[in-house]
């Protein structure tokens, strides 16, 4: 169940190895290298609240990608926990969106896959860290409106978007076997792009 919901994260990363030569794999090398040192430092969980959360209220009155769009550059200036918490939450806006919006929104494939394994290198290495920012994200979530569509006839919000509920619950239920299972894919992920780095330097 715990790696069920683990998985469900992010996409299946050596497919995407296989196929996708053109992905910044640096950007990637840099947030291992960046969470390690922060990890050993004991700063891995530190966050510019006021700054990200000003920033989530702006996007509330914008399309959704506006929330992708700035938790890719947070994430580029690396600045990993406002990444994913803006991340997150435009995950959740976005069901929001498409259930009760004017259209169908989905985020670049090239983006979105850049955040979605560039910020569970970073998640990963730290259990409680990932859950405080899950339930920051679910708390904003909760308790401000999505005010681009807020007013449209029929919106509310989803009660547990995303699996984030159900993977908050699992860390603190048993956060030693979720850490192991996070650290197994983190190392698998980290083996692979080293890989790809020294291949791309040897040719």
Do not use: W
């Amino acid at each position: 169940m715990h790696k069920l919901l683990i998985t469900s994260f992010l996409l299946c990363f050596l497919h995407i190895f296989g196929q996708n030569e053109n992905m910044d794999f640096l950007l990637y090398k840099n947030v291992l290298e960046k969470s390690d040192s922060l990890f050993t430092i004991g700063k891995i969980s530190e966050i510019d609240s006021k700054m990200v959360m000003d920033l989530a209220k702006k996007s509330d009155h914008e399309y959704p990608l506006k929330y992708f769009e700035n938790s890719l550059q947070l994430f580029k200036d690396s600045k990993y926990n406002e990444s994913a918490f803006l991340y997150y939450l435009g995950k959740m806006r976005t069901t929001d969106f498409n259930n009760h919006g004017n259209g169908h929104f989905q985020p670049s494939t090239d983006d979105n896959v850049i955040l979605e394994e560039g910020l569970f290198i970073y998640m990963a290495l730290d259990a409680d860290n990932f859950m405080k920012v899950l339930k920051m994200a679910k708390d904003f979530y909760h308790t401000n409106d999505y005010l681009y569509i807020s007013k449209n006839k029929g919106y509310q919000k989803v009660k547990s978007p995303e699996m984030y509920s159900e993977l908050i619950t699992a860390i603190e239920n048993n956060k030693s076997k979720v850490q192991q299972e996070l650290s197994l894919q983190r190392d698998e992920m980290k083996k692979h792009i080293l890989e790809y780095l020294q291949y791309i330097k040897s040719n």
